[in-house]
């Protein structure tokens, strides 16, 4: 099945275009450390702010990402915690987020069109997909995404 099979199944199922962004569109349904984390990172402020295109952004994943974890390895402080907090991935005090979640929360600020999901679905490098799969989980309508699924 090749990406002109997704985008006219999409069409034949009457899903728009544009797509509708779910729960808070600010933050992307984001946990609020890992969000903070993101806005404050250079990384995020300062080289990903001048990325403006999709395909600028694809281009900077196949360079950049190297897992699909919230946080670089290492980076987080787990020392101290107890109970259910401690040493759960993604729950704590943080640490350096990773560049995958910054060029995720890029991608919601640039408002993928339907092509351009169904397009990252479908890419040959296996952390553009993976990407797509957080951009449809985090900020889409539970209906389109498992639509997608299907």
Same mark, same amino acid.
């Given at each position: 099945e090749d990406e002109h099979d997704l985008v006219f199944e999409a069409k034949r199922k009457n899903i728009p275009r544009t797509l509708t962004p779910y729960g808070n569109e600010r933050t992307m349904n984001m946990n609020s450390l890992v969000l903070t984390n993101i806005q404050n990172s250079n990384y995020f402020k300062y080289q990903l702010y001048d990325l403006n295109t999709y395909h600028q952004v694809i281009?900077?994943? @196949?360079? #950049?990402?190297k897992h699909l974890e919230p946080w670089e390895k290492g980076s987080r402080k787990t020392a101290g915690?107890?109970?259910?907090?401690?040493?759960?991935?993604?729950?704590?005090?943080?640490?350096v987020v990773s560049s995958?979640?910054?060029?995720?929360?890029?991608?919601? @600020?640039? #408002?993928?069109?339907r092509n351009q999901v169904h397009s990252m679905l479908n890419h040959n490098f296996g952390f553009v997909r993976g990407l797509g799969f957080l951009y449809l989980r985090c900020g889409l309508e539970v209906e389109y995404w498992r639509g997608v699924m299907q």
């Open positions: 281009e900077e994943i @196949t360079r #950049k990402v915690q107890t109970g259910m907090c401690g040493g759960v991935r993604g729950v704590g005090a943080g640490g995958a979640y910054c060029i995720l929360y890029k991608l919601f @600020t640039l #408002k993928l069109t």
